[in-house]
């Protein structure tokens, strides 16, 4: 069993910046391809960003793309998100997950069944 614990949420003003950051209870967090995914008031849960275990590939919804970064630190059993140019449309409860599958291509882990373990959230509020 692996345990995620989100941290970094908060207010921003649009145009501001926050970094997210998740760590994971596993011994071998390297293992695991890890995501980012967000949920808005009376929203289904979306995609957001995917990194594999080396993170040396990562993979952006279009919504983010050019305004955040994902990142992970495998020493610190840490992934990041770095939330530049932030939107109102931007907030929403954020989620870390890890996935035990290793995928062929990191585009594949935009698709939230698979993966298999989730954090409780963080929240992030945009004010305009």
């Known amino acids: 069993q692996v345990q995620l614990v989100e941290s970094g949420g908060g207010l921003a003003q649009a145009g501001g910046s926050l970094r997210l950051s998740c760590t994971a209870s596993a011994r071998t967090f390297s293992d695991y391809p890890m995501g980012w995914f967000r949920q808005a008031p009376g929203k289904e849960r979306e995609f957001v960003a995917a990194?594999?275990?080396?993170?040396?590939?990562?993979y952006y919804a279009d919504s983010v793309k050019g305004r955040f970064t994902i990142s992970r630190d495998n020493a610190k059993n840490t992934v990041y998100l770095q939330m530049n140019s932030l939107k109102p449309e931007d907030t929403a409860v954020y989620y870390c997950a890890a996935s035990r599958l290793t995928p062929l291509a990191i585009a594949t882990m935009a698709h939230e069944a698979l993966y298999d373990y989730w954090g409780q959230g963080t929240q992030v509020t945009v004010s305009s």
């Open positions: 990194i594999d275990w080396s993170g040396g590939s990562t």
